[in-house]
Antibody, heavy 124, light 109 residues
Framework: QVHLVESGGGVVQPGGSLRLSCTASGFAFSSYAIHWVRQAPGKGPEWVAFIRYDGGNKYYADSVKGRFTISRDNSKNTVYLQMNNLRAEDTAVYYC?????????????????WGQGTLVTVPS | QSVLTQPPSASGTPGQRIIISCSGSSSNIESNYVYWYQQFPGTAPKLLIYRNNQRPSGVPDRFSGSKSGTSASLAISGLRSEDEADYYCAAWDDSLSVLFGAGTKVTVL
């Protein structure tokens, strides 16, 4: 049974930093891409970042590029999202999601399983 | 970054068939797979359709997806009260990002 658990959310002042973790179980973690997707209150999902199964490729949304860094430790079945220089507009529930095993970029819209999310609040 | 365009709402009576559209461009929908997600309030989105028209196990065959050119559609047949939810389309864009539509709220009258 696939299980993804996010942690590390909280309240942080503008300009501050947080590191989110996503620990996975129930599937061959080192064979799958992982994404971070966020959802601001009352809004739709917004893709944040992607990391390939081996950490070899990483992509970021323009809104977080240069401030957020995605990484993974396959020995711990964990993906991280280091978030620096946080802004009020980063306030959202952050989900990690299991991606595909495919190497074709056209499959990168696939989020097969999602965690329960962790709330990040940056007061304005 | 470009966006995927969905109608904000759709509705129907029980048993009806409704269709939700998702309009994009040559750099996203036309050249990559389209995915659909269902979300109930307070919960994470759930994969409903993958690779344009495939259903994950456990998704009823009342849900179907299609794609033509720069547009995609999600059809819900035999509409049921438990289908009331928000529905989002998503696709990879060749500008190196994943795009979501703004979502369609489905109401069962």
């Amino acid at each position: 049974q696939v299980h993804l658990v996010e942690s590390g959310g909280g309240v942080v002042q503008p300009g501050g930093s947080l590191r989110l973790s996503c620990t996975a179980s129930g599937f061959a973690f080192s064979s799958y891409a992982i994404h971070w997707v966020r959802q601001a209150p009352g809004k739709g999902p917004e893709w944040v970042a992607f990391i390939r199964y081996d950490g070899g490729n990483k992509y970021y949304a323009d809104s977080v590029k240069g401030r957020f860094t995605i990484s993974r430790d396959n020995s711990k079945n964990t993906v991280y999202l280091q978030m620096n220089n946080l802004r009020a507009e980063d306030t959202a529930v952050y989900y990690c999601a299991k991606g595909s095993t495919g190497l074709w970029s056209g499959e990168l819209g696939e989020f097969g399983y999602w965690g329960q999310g962790t709330l990040v609040t940056v007061p304005s | 970054q470009s966006v995927l365009t969905q109608p904000p709402s759709a509705s129907g009576t029980p048993g009806q068939r409704i269709i939700i559209s998702c309009s994009g461009s040559s750099s996203n929908i036309e050249s990559n797979y389209v995915y659909w997600y269902q979300q109930f309030p307070g919960t994470a989105p759930k994969l409903l359709i993958y690779r344009n028209n495939q259903r994950p196990s456990g998704v009823p065959d009342r849900f179907s997806g299609s794609k033509s050119g720069t547009s995609a559609s999600l059809a819900i047949s035999g509409l049921r009260s438990e289908d009331e939810a928000d529905y989002y389309c998503a696709a990879w864009d060749d500008s190196l990002s994943v795009l979501f539509g703004a979502g369609t709220k489905v109401t069962v009258l």
